[in-house]
């Protein structure tokens, strides 16, 4: 089997589930500035021990983020096993600068895997290749790190010895994969200049990443920055482009192909506000309604959603987001046979209405408020249609062409009800969605 067929075969799960919650979580939720808040302050290595020294969340139940993301329709989860900080929530035997060296003494990975697995959510690992705590790791000339206009740090540039770094960071990735058990889901952030796949001893990675876990899906951020999605988008793709592409913050516009036009699994990251880490001072949060028209705007391209949640010092997802996640939940609720194991509906024209998504013999039409008003013509449909149900509630959907519309015969038409003119309405909801049975061929 070759790479592209391996790909498919490894993916299958994750294109089927579409939707995921990611999960920033570490020492930065203390300042509560966002999780660049070392980098983006330049804070010293002894101000940042602070936050070290009082990490201690005693309301952290993973049993409870385990359940906010199953009750929002959500397949499976990402957690930040260690961010750019360099901070481990696992218990690594090659650091102190980890959770269970702390006041709390825990290790809060492996309550995350043992809740969400126990939940029936497919887990992930987010791990940082940038490490800011690392004695070994880049600082002169490195365009991210806290300590890069420090002299007194810098000067020591020849003390370190980036391969001890690399050396650290793939006996971290091997714990990770070894004693957590099965691992679905593996994302790494990111590459950046002087720092892109062999830069990272790539191939050695992920050939130990394969071997560990081979069933295992990985991003494509060992060799790629998130503004360039790398050689994954291609026919001929490197070892360690990964198995998909991570748009962050941005929607496609299409979906993705390579040029010979195999689809490339993708997934689109995104924040509930505008921060990834918690910043309690960020109100500019999504609507549920956002959330849910956005994925449908993904699955209607081949792609997934991960949304990421932000848990406070003590553990506590802040109430808004679970507010926000379970009002998608109840549109999943009744709505969710129209993402999971959907796609593109490819041989049908995007609607002006709102956007189909497709799974065999079924078209799902995704329908926004204002844009219903009247009977809803059904471009690509004519004559293909064997019945038509509201997913919501199997209610029974009209296929009636009006009189007022003789003049489009190219045009399938549904109505709410009768007389053929009937006003299209629709139940306060984000989205409604209408299940199209099609005929045989």
């Given at each position: 089997m070759g790479i592209m067929e391996d790909r498919e075969k490894r993916t299958k799960w994750f294109m089927h589930d579409r939707f995921g919650m990611f999960i920033h979580w570490g020492l930065y939720s203390i300042p509560a500035r966002g999780e660049w808040v070392r980098g983006d302050e330049q804070l010293s290595d002894e101000h940042y021990v602070q936050y070290f020294e009082e990490w201690n969340p005693v309301d952290c139940d993973m049993k409870e983020w385990a359940k906010v993301a199953k009750e929002a329709g959500m397949k499976y989860a990402v957690l930040t096993t260690?961010?750019?900080?360099?901070?481990?929530?696992?218990?690594?035997?090659?650091?102190?600068?980890?959770?269970?060296?702390?006041?709390?003494?825990?290790?809060?990975?492996?309550?995350?895997?043992?809740?969400f697995r126990e939940a029936g959510l497919k887990v992930g690992f987010y791990y940082s290749l940038l490490d800011w705590q690392h004695p070994d790791y880049t600082v002169r000339g490195d365009m991210y790190h806290p300590n890069k206009n420090r002299e007194e740090c810098c000067v020591k540039e020849d003390e370190r010895d980036f391969n001890r770094y690399l050396d650290y960071m793939h006996n971290q990735v091997r714990e990770l994969l070894t004693n957590y058990g099965k691992i679905d889901l593996l994302w790494f952030d990111f590459s950046y200049e002087g720092h892109i796949g062999s830069d990272w001893r790539g191939e050695e990675l992920m050939d130990m990443v394969r071997t560990l876990q081979p069933d295992i899906i990985v991003n494509g951020r060992l060799e790629a920055n998130g503004e360039s999605y790398g050689s994954v988008m291609t026919d001929e793709p490197n070892i360690f482009s990964g198995d998909f592409a991570c748009p962050e913050m941005i929607?496609?516009?299409?979906?993705?192909?390579?040029?010979?036009?195999?689809?490339?699994?993708?997934?689109?990251?995104?924040?509930?506000?505008?921060?990834?880490?918690?910043?309690?001072?960020?109100l500019h949060y999504k609507s549920s309604s956002q959330i849910i028209?956005?994925?449908?705007?993904?699955?209607?391209?081949?792609?997934?959603?991960?949304?990421?949640?932000?848990?406070?010092?003590k553990g506590n997802i802040p109430q808004i987001q679970k507010?926000?996640?379970?009002?998608?939940g109840a549109w999943m609720k009744k709505n969710s046979e129209s993402i999971y194991g959907c796609g593109m509906a490819e041989d049908l024209p995007k609607p002006e209405w709102g956007r189909y998504t497709k799974k065999?013999?079924?078209?799902?039409?995704h329908i926004t408020p204002d844009e219903s008003l009247g009977a809803l013509a059904l471009p690509g449909l004519k004559g293909k249609v064997k019945k038509a149900r509201r997913l919501s509630d199997g209610f029974e959907m009209r296929?009636?062409?009006?009189?007022?519309?003789?003049?489009?015969?190219?045009?399938?038409?549904?109505?709410?009800s009768v007389p053929d003119c009937f006003s299209f309405?629709?139940?306060?909801?984000?989205?409604?969605?209408?299940?199209?049975?099609?005929?045989?061929?």
């Open positions: 260690k961010h750019h900080e360099g901070f481990c929530l696992f218990d690594s035997q090659y650091t102190d600068f980890k959770s269970t060296s702390t006041e709390c003494k825990r290790d809060l990975v492996k309550e995350y895997v043992e809740a929607i496609p516009p299409y979906g993705l192909r390579t040029p010979s036009g195999r689809a490339i699994p993708w997934e689109a990251c995104f924040t509930l506000n505008n921060n990834w880490g918690y910043a309690p001072f960020d028209k956005k994925l449908v705007e993904c699955t209607s391209k081949n792609g997934n959603m991960i949304v990421n949640i932000s848990p406070d010092a507010d926000i996640l379970s009002d998608v065999g013999n079924k078209v799902y039409a296929m009636l062409t009006p009189w007022v519309a003789k003049e489009f015969p190219d045009y399938e038409f549904v109505n709410y309405t629709v139940d306060k909801t984000p989205v409604e969605v209408i299940e199209f049975e099609l005929k045989e061929d």
